[in-house]
């Protein structure tokens, strides 16, 4: 299936268009802060002294500078024209010793990263969910990875519970938006653009038979979607609560299956 470009272009539009405030919005809500550390921290979990990065839909770079900062080496990849200009900036005026390259290509054309092997390719907060098919991007994965590197996605899934409990203020179309077969249209900064949700079922049939899969969690399954900032903010105490709950049954079947993102990491394994 060949990459649908006015799909690629309005996405590139849209994060471009949300590049200049992306970091500032990140820093101030709670739950994406939670959710980054939850993530972040299971990512430590995998990673090796010097092992080599490739992350996918980049974003500003938060979380590329965050490893090169704990001394791996991260190669940041991304489609959007202004992500790519803030992971310049961050890279110039940071002082990350080589740690921290960047490329802006979408992951539908990772071909065009030549000559380089990675311990790890890693994607965080759903950016995979801007394709209709993982394979357009896991296709390219066993040029890119070494034998037994490994492979994290946080991707959006089919069920989020704080979603689909919305069709009790009778707001339908949120509570039942992911369950489409085509996706669902997003609109982020004005920009338009189809959005599609993705299982571990999923994620295993697009990587194959080369990939087994060694971790699924869920990521706010009882603590509020990031855009319902207002909670957080008004109810610290019980969102903490709610955190702390999550944290403790991520990993337990079905809810290492469900949340507002899901934690998929899956590890290469080819013998020739």
């Known amino acids: 299936?060949?990459?649908?470009?006015?799909?690629?272009?309005?996405?590139?539009?849209?994060f471009t268009r949300q590049s200049g405030n992306y970091d500032s919005y990140d820093k101030e809500n709670p739950t994406l802060t939670w959710m980054r550390n939850q993530v972040r921290n299971l990512v430590l979990?995998?990673?090796?002294?010097?092992?080599?990065?490739?992350?996918?839909n980049s974003g500003t770079g938060l979380d590329?500078?965050?490893f090169a900062s704990k001394g791996f080496n991260v190669h940041c990849t991304d489609i959007s024209d202004g992500m790519v200009e803030q992971i310049k900036k961050k890279a110039a005026n940071q002082n990350l010793n080589g740690k921290l390259?960047?490329?802006?290509?979408?992951?539908?054309?990772?071909?065009?990263?030549?000559?380089?092997?990675?311990?790890?390719?890693?994607?965080?907060?759903?950016?995979?969910?801007?394709?209709?098919?993982?394979?357009?991007?896991?296709?390219?994965?066993p040029s890119l990875l070494k034998n037994k590197g490994?492979?994290?996605?946080?991707?959006?899934?089919?069920?989020?519970?704080?979603?689909?409990?919305?069709?009790?203020?009778?707001?339908?179309?949120?509570?039942?938006?992911?369950?489409?077969?085509?996706?669902?249209?997003?609109?982020?900064?004005?920009?338009?653009f189809r959005t599609y949700?993705?299982?571990t079922g999923d994620v295993k049939k697009a990587l194959g038979k080369d990939f087994n899969i060694i971790s699924r969690k869920g990521l706010g399954i009882f603590t509020p979607s990031p855009q319902m900032e207002k909670i957080p903010n008004s109810f610290p105490r019980l969102t903490?609560?709610?955190?702390?709950?999550?944290?403790?049954?991520?990993?337990?079947?079905?809810?290492?299956?469900?949340?507002?993102?899901?934690?998929?990491?899956a590890q290469f394994h080819y013998d020739k």
């Open 1 to 14: 299936m060949k990459p649908d470009l006015t799909q690629l272009a309005d996405v590139n539009k849209a």
């Open 64 to 66: 590329a500078v965050y």
């Open 240 to 265: 903490k609560f709610l955190n702390r709950i999550d944290e403790m049954i991520s990993g337990i079947f079905p809810f290492n299956r469900i949340g507002d993102h899901i934690i998929v990491t």
């Open 150 to 192: 490994r492979v994290c996605f946080v991707i959006l899934p089919p069920v989020c519970p704080w979603e689909i409990v919305q069709m009790f203020r009778g707001k339908f179309s949120l509570a039942f938006r992911r369950f489409g077969k085509n996706g669902t249209i997003a609109n982020v900064e004005g920009v338009k």
């Open 101 to 141: 390259t960047f490329q802006q290509c979408s992951y539908t054309e990772l071909d065009k990263i030549e000559n380089r092997k990675f311990d790890f390719i890693f994607s965080n907060f759903g950016g995979l969910n801007c394709v209709p098919d993982l394979s357009e991007v896991t296709k390219f994965f």
């Open 45 to 56: 979990s995998f990673l090796k002294k010097e092992n080599n990065i490739l992350e996918l």
């Open 197 to 199: 949700y993705f299982s």
